[in-house]
């Protein structure tokens, strides 16, 4: 076969099972939490409630689409866009298995980080355009949040770079035949896990959104399928979050026996799973302490990392 | 830090515990016999009915919702000519039950009483009347009492005494 129609089957399977993805995640987060929280959770529509997904669409599609009138009508639409838009883009570099990649990007892991950051302009200009004082407030913790994790999110995985000696997803993944690099690079994935929660202001670290004290943060002005957009974003942003960490630090489609794209969506699901268990059992941090963890502890100990491994790559040329 | 870990790990234990929804209509809940729920009328164990229309449940409920009017038939027993509840109003506190003095209004352990129609939920007397005693088996309310009715004169209930003439001089 030709190799663009190849790529584009690949592309556009990417982009639904993707999507599809996001989607389910909306149930298995709800069956997740309720089980962790001794309750059944969604149930009733189809083989356990996984039709939940089709009426939760049905119903946030047909929603009434109120835009306020005292928002940034422009601003206001194109924001949930955004978010969506760019964790898309990001899953173009992710190598799901050999072969099955929309891009072969030798820059992979930096235009990775360059999405995630302008993932933030969604949830700060949807804050912004609301002209609500607790969308603005939820809009402002976003951006000093988001800004912040980012620093180190990219630092964290600066090891990793040094020790595959790519920027390129796929190479990453290959040097880890031997050895996942988890091990040399605990910290490093540790701190990426963290950024990478605070980057999708998931629980505990949903300070832009906490409806505790905002409302719902910046999206209290949205309804209907705009607000449908940011929460496929949230999921989209999960998934990708745990895909590149097992894909950067346990060895993405490496494995015995099954198949490789097996192989790397169990992983991939674990850490979904992790995700939805740490919102089951961590209470939210305070603003400052969310601040102060960031810049005094994982700065320095990404810094910190960096630094050992660059002098232990060193000594072993 | 340990202590976060601690957290996670507890919550992730709870997986393997059972879980408490009651799944509604496969499985039924238990409801405690004392349980406030559909109101009945009861009978004693003769089969009259209880009520003597005193209007105490009415006047104690408080929202308003029982409307009775009271009757006497030929032997001088009182009853309710009609008894309504309004149980779109009734909020299932059971004062009612409690300010009945011939245990007559009950309360039951059954909740399953939605209506498509709100006028449904006006329950009549028919509706609200059984056939048994409820709650409390033996208890026959004009058995007891010192009132004078057909075929029961003073002094003849249970556990009463023959009335004192005043006007004896007999001690
Ligand atoms: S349960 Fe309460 S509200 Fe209902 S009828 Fe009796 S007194 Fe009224
Ligand atoms: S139900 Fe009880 S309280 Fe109400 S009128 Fe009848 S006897 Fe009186």
Same mark, same amino acid.
């Given at each position: 076969?030709?190799?663009?129609?190849?790529?584009?089957?690949?592309?556009?399977?990417?982009?639904?099972?993707?999507?599809?993805?996001?989607?389910?995640?909306?149930?298995?987060?709800?069956?997740?939490?309720?089980?962790?929280?001794?309750?059944?959770?969604?149930?009733?529509?189809?083989?356990?409630?996984?039709?939940?997904?089709?009426?939760?669409?049905?119903?946030?599609?047909?929603?009434?689409?109120?835009?306020?009138?005292?928002?940034?009508?422009?601003?206001?639409?194109?924001?949930?866009?955004?978010?969506?838009?760019?964790?898309?883009?990001?899953?173009?570099?992710?190598?799901?298995?050999?072969?099955?990649?929309?891009?072969?990007?030798?820059?992979?892991? @930096?235009?990775?980080?360059?999405?995630?950051?302008?993932?933030?302009?969604?949830?700060?200009?949807?804050?912004?355009?609301?002209?609500?004082?607790?969308?603005?407030?939820?809009?402002?913790?976003?951006?000093?949040?988001?800004?912040?994790?980012?620093?180190?999110?990219?630092?964290?995985?600066?090891?990793?770079?040094?020790?595959?000696?790519?920027?390129? @997803?796929?190479?990453?993944?290959?040097?880890?035949?031997?050895?996942?690099?988890?091990?040399?690079?605990?910290?490093?994935?540790?701190?990426?896990?963290?950024?990478?929660?605070?980057?999708?202001?998931?629980?505990?670290?949903?300070?832009?959104?906490?409806?505790?004290?905002?409302?719902?943060?910046?999206?209290?002005?949205?309804?209907?399928?705009?607000?449908?957009?940011?929460?496929?974003?949230?999921?989209?942003?999960?998934?990708?979050?745990?895909?590149?960490?097992?894909?950067?630090?346990?060895?993405?489609?490496?494995?015995?026996?099954?198949?490789?794209?097996?192989?790397?969506?169990?992983?991939?699901?674990?850490?979904?799973?992790?995700?939805?268990?740490?919102?089951?059992?961590?209470?939210?941090?305070?603003?400052?302490?969310?601040?102060?963890?960031?810049?005094?502890?994982?700065?320095?100990?990404?810094?910190?990392?960096?630094?050992?491994?660059?002098?232990?790559?060193?000594?072993?040329? | 830090?340990?202590?976060?870990?601690?957290?996670?790990?507890?919550?992730?234990?709870?997986?393997?515990?059972?879980?408490?929804?009651?799944?509604?209509?496969?499985?039924?809940?238990?409801?405690?016999?004392?349980?406030?729920?559909?109101?009945?009328?009861?009978?004693?164990?003769?089969?009259?009915?209880?009520?003597?229309?005193?209007?105490?449940?009415?006047?104690?409920?408080?929202?308003?919702?029982?409307?009775?009017?009271?009757?006497?038939?030929?032997?001088?027993?009182?009853?309710?000519?009609?008894?309504?509840?309004?149980?779109?109003?009734?909020?299932?506190?059971?004062?009612?039950?409690?300010?009945?003095?011939?245990?007559?209004?009950?309360?039951?352990?059954?909740?399953?009483?939605?209506?498509?129609?709100?006028?449904?939920?006006?329950?009549?007397?028919?509706?609200?009347?059984?056939?048994?005693?409820?709650?409390?088996?033996?208890?026959?309310?004009?058995?007891?009492?010192?009132?004078?009715?057909?075929?029961?004169?003073?002094?003849?209930?249970?556990?009463?005494?023959?009335?004192?003439?005043?006007?004896?001089?007999?001690?």
């Amino acid at each position: 076969m030709s190799q663009p129609i190849l790529q584009l089957i690949i592309l556009f399977s990417i982009l639904i099972v993707v999507l599809a993805i996001g989607g389910m995640l909306i149930w298995l987060e709800r069956r997740l939490l309720a089980l962790w929280q001794d309750r059944y959770g969604p149930n009733r529509v189809g083989p356990f409630g996984l039709f939940q997904v089709v009426a939760d669409m049905i119903k946030v599609f047909t929603k009434e689409d109120w835009i306020p009138p005292f928002a940034d009508r422009s601003v206001f639409i194109i924001a949930p866009a955004v978010i969506v838009v760019v964790v898309l883009m990001s899953f173009a570099v992710i190598p799901f298995a050999p072969g099955i990649e929309v891009v072969d990007l030798n820059i992979g892991l @930096l235009f990775f980080l360059a999405m995630s950051s302008l993932g933030v302009y969604s949830v700060a200009l949807a804050g912004w355009a609301s002209d609500s004082k607790y969308s603005l407030l939820g809009g402002l913790r976003a951006s000093a949040q988001m800004l912040s994790y980012e620093v180190f999110m990219g630092l964290s995985l600066m090891g990793v770079v040094m020790l595959a000696g790519s920027f390129n @997803l796929r190479e990453i993944v290959e040097a880890q035949r031997h050895r996942w690099f988890v091990m040399p690079q605990f910290i490093g994935f540790v701190v990426f896990f963290i950024a990478g929660i605070a980057e999708t202001h998931r629980l505990p670290f949903d300070l832009p959104e906490a409806e505790s004290e905002l409302v719902a943060g910046y999206h209290s002005e949205y309804s209907g399928m705009k607000f449908g957009m940011f929460f496929v974003g949230e999921y989209l942003g999960i998934t990708l979050i745990s895909a590149l960490v097992s894909g950067l630090f346990f060895g993405g489609w490496l494995g015995p026996v099954l198949p490789p794209l097996a192989w790397f969506l169990i992983k991939t699901f674990v850490f979904i799973c992790f995700f939805i268990l740490l919102r089951a059992s961590l209470a939210r941090p305070r603003y400052d302490q969310l601040m102060a963890f960031g810049w005094k502890v994982m700065l320095p100990l990404s810094l910190a990392n960096l630094v050992v491994t660059g002098a232990i790559v060193l000594m072993k040329r | 830090m340990i202590s976060l870990l601690k957290t996670i790990w507890t919550v992730f234990m709870t997986m393997f515990r059972k879980r408490v929804t009651i799944l509604y209509p496969e499985e039924r809940p238990y409801l405690p016999p004392r349980w406030r729920g559909r109101i009945i009328l009861s009978r004693d164990p003769d089969g009259g009915e209880r009520c003597v229309a005193c209007y105490l449940c009415a006047a104690a409920c408080p929202v308003d919702c029982i409307a009775l009017q009271a009757a006497e038939d030929e032997h001088g027993r009182r009853y309710p000519e009609f008894f309504r509840i309004n149980f779109s109003r009734c909020i299932f506190c059971g004062y009612c039950e409690e300010a009945c003095p011939t245990y007559a209004i009950q309360l039951t352990p059954d909740f399953e009483m939605g209506e498509y129609v709100r006028q449904n939920l006006v329950y009549e007397k028919e509706d609200l009347l059984i056939s048994g005693p409820g709650k409390y088996p033996g208890f026959n309310f004009y058995k007891v009492a010192g009132l004078a009715i057909g075929g029961k004169d003073k002094g003849e209930a249970e556990d009463e005494e023959p009335p004192v003439d005043v006007k004896s001089l007999l001690p």
